[in-house]
């Protein structure tokens, strides 16, 4: 088995590439509408599958929120320095809700970004070694 994809769903939907394209530097890999069922699909990443998964924005087409719920953690992206990745978004109009530091508990060290619907983001930092290596 492979992870494929990661779904959210979002209430605008250029605003949500816009945020995965702009500030965190993934690609628009395809969009596409749905007007019998009224949904868009957009997938962003940093690859095409099967090489590496992706995120499937999906916006029903007029509803604008969604509640979060509980349930919800994040999507995590290794990054090769959490400090200069946070300036890097906050410079891009991004919202850095945890600057980068040391997990608790431990020595990785983290940061958290929001996007606009407020789905949490952490940021790991890995060598370029290790990323390029697929090592978690």
Same mark, same amino acid.
């Given at each position: 088995m492979r992870l494929l994809h990661t779904m959210l769903r979002v209430g605008d939907l250029q605003r949500s590439?816009?945020?995965? +394209?702009?500030? /965190?530097?993934? @690609? /628009? /890999?395809?969009? #596409?509408?749905n007007p019998d069922y009224k949904y868009t699909l957009a997938f962003v990443g940093y690859g095409h599958n099967p090489d590496h998964a992706e995120l499937e924005l999906t916006? $029903?087409?007029?509803?604008?929120?969604?509640?979060?719920?509980t349930a919800y953690g994040h999507i995590a992206l290794a990054v090769p320095d959490a400090k200069a990745a946070c300036?890097?978004?906050?410079? &891009?109009?991004? $919202?850095? @809700?945890?600057? &980068?530091?040391p997990?608790?508990?431990? #020595? +990785?060290?983290?940061?958290?970004? @929001?996007?606009p619907d407020?789905?949490?983001?952490?940021?790991?930092?890995? #060598?370029? +070694?290790?990323?390029?290596?697929? /090592?978690?």
């Open positions: 590439i816009d945020f995965y +394209t702009q500030v /965190l530097g993934m @690609t /628009l /890999l395809r969009k #596409s509408d916006y $029903n087409w007029g509803v604008d929120h969604y509640e979060l719920g300036d890097k978004i906050r410079a &891009a109009g991004g $919202n850095v @809700t945890r600057e &980068a530091g997990v608790q508990g431990g #020595s +990785t060290v983290i940061a958290f970004v @929001t996007d407020g789905y949490k983001v952490e940021l790991i930092e890995r #060598s370029e +070694t290790a990323m390029k290596a697929g /090592l978690r």
